[in-house]
C-alpha cells in the first residue's frame, strides 16, 4: 500500500510538471528539528514535547516565469517525532513522512540574491512510525494535511545551475494521530540547502559598442 501512495504522488508530480509550463527543477537537502503537542480529553490538557533532530530531502518543479510570483511543486521526504520526557523514563517518537507540496513563491530579485518567500498546503503520507510514549496505543494517520511557511536565498550566477538555502515552519493543519482519548499533531523547523537547474533561465549579455567612423 506504501508503494501504491509513493507511485500516486510521483505521477501526481509529473503529470502537473507537462500540464504547466516548467521553469527549473531542483534537490534539496538538510535537517529537521520537530516536536509534537499531545492533546488529551479526559481530563482535558495539553502537552508539549521536546525537540528532536531528523533528516529532510526533496525533488521540486518550479513553474511559471514571472518576476515576483512562481509555483512550487515538491515531493519532500521528512522525519519528524519528539522526546516524551516523563519522571520515570524519556521516550522517543520517530516519524517517517513523504509528502506532496505546493507552495505560492513570491521573490525579489537584487544584484547577486533573490530573496524569496513560500507558503502552501504538504498531503502527508506516513511512511514508518516509531513510537514509544505509553500514550500512543496505536498507528498515526497514514494521510493528514500540514501547512508550510518558509523564507529563501537564491545565489545568482551565470549557469543554469543556481545554489539556494532555505527555512520552513512545518505546523500539522490536520491531527497526524486521532484516538478517543489523545490527539497528537507535528511541529517541524526545517532548515536546507539545494541545487536548482534553470531550464530558461536570465542570461546575461556583454554588450560592446559598435563605432562607426
Not at 537564491?154 to 545554489?163: A, G, M
Request: include cysteine.
Amino acid at each position: 500500500m506504501k508503494k501504491n501512495f509513493l507511485i500516486f504522488f510521483i505521477f501526481l508530480f509529473a503529470l502537473q510538471s507537462k500540464a504547466q509550463f516548467l521553469n527549473s527543477i531542483a534537490v534539496t537537502g538538510g535537517i529537521s528539528y520537530g516536536n509534537q503537542k499531545f492533546y488529551f480529553s479526559d481530563p482535558a490538557a495539553t502537552a508539549r514535547k521536546k525537540y528532536i533532530f531528523g533528516y529532510n530531502g526533496s525533488v521540486f518543479a518550479e513553474f511559471f516565469n514571472g518576476e515576483n510570483a512562481r509555483w512550487v511543486s515538491e515531493i519532500q521526504y521528512n522525519q519528524k517525532g519528539s522526546l516524551d520526557k516523563q519522571p520515570s523514563n524519556n521516550y522517543r517518537n520517530k516519524l517517517q513522512y513523504i509528502s506532496w507540496n505546493n507552495y505560492l513563491k513570491l521573490r525579489y530579485e537584487m544584484y547577486s540574491i533573490i530573496p524569496y518567500i513560500l507558503i502552501g498546503p504538504r498531503l502527508e503520507y506516513n511512511l514508518a512510525q516509531g513510537t514509544s510514549s505509553p500514550a500512543i496505543t496505536g498507528k498515526f494517520l497514514p494521510l493528514h494535511v500540514s501547512g508550510a511557511a518558509g523564507a529563501g536565498v537564491e545565489f545568482i550566477s551565470y549557469s543554469n545551475f543556481k545554489f539556494f538555502t532555505e527555512a520552513f515552519y512545518n505546523p500539522d493543519i490536520m491531527p497526524a494521530y486521532k484516538k478517543t482519548d489523545l490527539t497528537v499533531r507535528n511541529n517541524n523547523i526545517e532548515l536546507r540547502i539545494g541545487l536548482k537547474y534553470e531550464m530558461r533561465g536570465r542570461r546575461e549579455t556583454c554588450n560592446t559598442p559598435t563605432y562607426v567612423e
